[in-house]
């Protein structure tokens, strides 16, 4: 499926980036000569008029694309929680205390203390996908996780408190 993003240059403000969804609602992204950036919503029955707008400062700018890129490679996970397979995914904050936090993904034999995959890290605006024993882990990362439940369930209580 193909989505429509068009642009539209505004003079003397700056420029909108719109999408165009699937059932015909326009959200647009404009993005000021200042810097400055905002949302606008579109009226449904009126793609011209702009129903709503949501001023974004740098960190909720950052916060929002972490939150849609997130949830985007999460949703491509999502078949694997089907009953017949018995894997499952999970996000697995890595928190400030946790004896990884600062150490490599290799320093948890995670896969064999646990029998679950670190398939991604999730940092600030960056994904590792399939990372290495050697990536370091920082406070925060999002782990995202493949496994039974009882696996994830000894990963998450590895990460947060050493023992799984």
Do not use: W
Not at 123 to 150: F, Y
């Amino acid at each position: 499926m193909s989505v429509r993003i068009e642009k539209v240059d505004l003079p003397g403000i700056g420029t909108r980036h719109d999408v165009v969804t699937s059932e015909g609602r326009r959200l647009g992204v404009i993005t000021h000569r200042t810097g400055e950036r905002e949302i606008a919503v579109f009226d449904p029955r009126d793609p011209d008029s702009c129903s709503d707008s949501i001023h974004l400062n740098d960190d909720e700018a950052i916060a929002l694309a972490a939150v849609l890129g997130t949830s985007l490679m999460l949703g491509q996970f999502s078949h694997l929680g089907d009953k017949t397979t018995g894997l499952y995914t999970e996000q697995i904050i890595l928190p400030a205390q946790s004896a990884f936090t600062g150490k490599t993904l290799g320093d948890t034999k995670a896969r064999t203390r646990t029998k679950s995959s670190i398939v991604a890290i999730l940092r600030d605006l960056d994904v590792i996908a399939s990372p290495a024993p050697e990536v370091g882990l920082e406070a925060g990362d999002i782990i995202v996780a493949v496994g039974t439940k009882q696996g994830l369930e000894a990963l998450s209580s590895l990460l947060s408190d050493g023992q799984p």
